[in-house]
Structures are given as structure tokens and as C-alpha cells.
């Protein structure tokens, strides 16, 4: 990976937001990549606005805040309109068609995320599908790594749950 990505993954309280930056910043240091991750809640830990940001890059991280984001995962109706006009020029964002009115452009895809996590019997899995979908689409980092991290903390059925939840996400963007 040459480029360095700017990503912001937001969304309401209570989505596993936090986690799935987590998860996607472990994936690029198990790839051998750097990564930087933070996150912020708003008001109210479930229900109030919430992001998590992470920066992966072939190379040392010397600024880990997103200012400019060359891809956002909007989750929430607030995400998406916070987040649009921050996005860097090229960038890419993705969001829920269920719980974002958000216009379809080059740079702006609507994916069923919610429809895809309660399938999967795990409608806290939101955060999980739409990262599969963004990993698929960018190959940010290896999609083996990503399925690694989600193991390390997962176990048993919750395990299986949220691996269908990646599964199905990364189904998602070949459609």
C-alpha cells in the first residue's frame, strides 16, 4: 500500500463504531502498516453522534487526527452531513441507504448495511458490514488480516455472528 488513508467511521452511539476502528487500525499493524486510532462520543455514550478516526500508512504517523478524510463511513444521517463537506478531494464515502437520505455521485455510495447486519442476526454488527464494504472496495488493508482481528475479539457465536456481518459486507461491494 502506497497511499495513506484518512478515515473517519461514524455514526450514532451504540453502533460498535469505536470497535470497528479498533479492529481496522489492529488490521493494518498486523499487515505491517502504521495506524493511528482515536474516537469521540457525543452527549450520550448510545444515541448521541459518535466517530472513530483512523489514519493507515506505509509510513510513521506524525499527525493522528482526520481533518480531511478521504473516506467516511456514514452511518447516521448526522455523519453523513457532518462529514461531507470535510471530505478530501477524491475521497469516498459510504453510507447506510436505510439510515441516511444522502445523494448517490462518483465519490458517494449508498450500501444496505442495517438490512445486511439483521440478516446476519446482528443488527449491532452495522459497523462491521460497512467496514468489510470498505476494506473490499479499497484494499486498505489485506481482507486475512481484518478476519484475524475480528477473532482476537470475538469468540464463539458472537464470533460467528460478526464474521457473517464482514462476510456479507464484503459481498456488498461487488454488487
Known amino acids: 500500500m502506497s497511499k495513506t488513508w484518512n478515515v473517519i467511521i461514524a455514526g450514532s452511539g451504540g453502533q460498535g463504531l469505536g470497535l470497528a476502528g479498533r479492529i481496522l487500525a489492529e488490521a493494518?499493524?498486523?499487515a505491517g502498516l502504521h495506524a493511528a486510532q482515536n474516537q469521540s462520543y457525543g452527549a450520550r455514550a448510545r444515541g448521541g453522534y459518535s466517530q472513530s478516526s483512523v489514519v493507515i500508512s506505509p509510513d510513521e504517523i506524525v499527525y493522528p487526527f482526520v481533518d480531511e478524510p478521504n473516506l467516511v463511513i456514514a452511518l447516521s444521517q448526522?455523519?453523513?452531513?457532518i462529514n461531507?463537506?470535510?471530505?478530501a478531494r477524491g475521497g469516498l464515502m459510504i453510507y447506510d441507504c436505510e439510515l441516511v437520505q444522502g445523494r448517490e455521485a462518483e465519490l458517494s455510495r449508498c450500501f444496505p448495511f442495517?438490512?445486511?447486519?439483521?440478516r446476519a442476526c446482528n443488527s449491532l454488527g452495522i459497523s462491521i458490514a460497512a467496514l468489510g464494504t470498505a476494506v473490499r472496495l479499497t484494499n486498505m488493508v489485506p481482507?486475512?488480516?481484518?478476519?484475524?482481528?475480528?477473532g482476537s475479539h470475538f469468540r464463539g457465536d458472537t464470533l460467528t455472528v460478526n464474521?457473517?456481518?464482514?462476510?456479507l459486507g464484503f459481498q456488498?461491494?461487488?454488487k
Open 28 to 30: 493494518a499493524l498486523a
Open 172 to 174: 456488498l461491494a461487488e
Open 78 to 81: 448526522k455523519a453523513y452531513d
Open 114 to 118: 442495517s438490512e445486511t447486519s439483521r
Open 84 to 87: 461531507l463537506p470535510l471530505m
Open 163 to 167: 464474521a457473517r456481518c464482514l462476510s
Open 143 to 150: 481482507e486475512e488480516m481484518l478476519n484475524k482481528v475480528l
